[in-house]
């Protein structure tokens, strides 16, 4: 299926692991996304691009790090999980500016022991 | 401040009624977007509908239509002849059209939760 790939799907830590999700899409847009979601919150923006080689931080960006690689390529580091990012993320792209996300991948459940 | 309303927290419906979901914002931006996206039980998020605070026209996608009211700042979403594969999770979501800061973050609100039966 064309549109946002993300990887892994799920994934179980500990406490001070590190780890890295990747996200590729394949419809050459510029902006692109890392969201987490939380029971009741909502999506929170943890960071986004613009355009390669720019990164911008969202609401939540403590704790983590990201690297738009090139056009298609978004990825989110985790440098030392902590339980508290326990969450589903979800990665997005979109035509648009800042704040508009239109195609998500299928999300990963994180979670932090 | 930017607020999205869903006052609605869930709606159970029979297969074939329609159902309208309702969302109220504020912002004090006079230009912006909204957006209602889906998320089925099975998690992925999609995107349905983006509209401009230019744009007042009612919009309709097969079973789906849109009432947008600024008058009311209220962008109502309907399903006619609703589906068991409706049942979701709608959010409907506000941007400022900012382009730094806290500007343009998309806020949501906390979601409806249709369940349509058989």
């Known amino acids: 299926n064309a549109g946002v790939t993300q990887t892994p799907k799920f994934q179980v830590l500990k406490t001070g692991q590190s780890m890295t999700l990747q996200c590729a899409q394949d419809?050459?847009?510029?902006?692109m996304y890392w969201y987490r979601q939380d029971p009741g919150m909502g999506l929170r923006l943890i960071y986004y691009?613009?355009?390669?080689?720019?990164?911008d931080k969202g609401e939540v960006p403590n704790g983590y790090n990201v690297s738009r690689l090139n056009k298609r390529e978004f990825s989110l580091r985790l440098e030392s999980a902590a339980p508290s990012q326990t969450s589903v993320y979800f990665c997005?792209?979109?035509?648009?500016?800042?704040?508009?996300?239109?195609?998500f991948g299928d999300g990963t459940r994180l979670s932090i022991l | 401040a930017q607020k999205v309303t869903q006052a609605q927290t869930e709606i159970s419906v029979v297969e074939k009624e329609d159902v309208t979901l309702d969302c109220v914002y504020e912002?004090?931006?006079?230009?912006?977007?909204l957006f209602w996206y889906k998320q089925p039980p099975s998690g992925e998020l999609v995107f349905l509908i983006r509209?401009?605070?230019?744009?007042?026209q009612n919009e309709i996608s097969g079973r789906y239509s849109w009432n947008f009211q600024k008058s009311t700042s209220s962008f109502n979403f309907t399903i006619t002849a609703s589906q068991v594969v409706d049942s979701a999770v709608y959010f409907c979501?506000?941007?400022?059209?900012?382009?730094?800061?806290?500007?343009?973050?998309?806020?949501f609100g906390k979601g409806t939760k249709l369940s349509v039966k058989p």
């Open positions: 997005a792209s979109s035509e648009w500016f800042r704040g508009q996300p239109q195609h």
């Open positions: 419809m050459n847009h510029n902006s």
């Open positions: 691009s613009a355009s390669e080689g720019t990164t």
């Open positions: 912002t004090r931006d006079t230009t912006y977007y």
């Open positions: 509209r401009n605070s230019f744009d007042e």
């Open positions: 979501a506000l941007s400022e059209a900012g382009y730094g800061g806290s500007q343009g973050n998309l806020i």
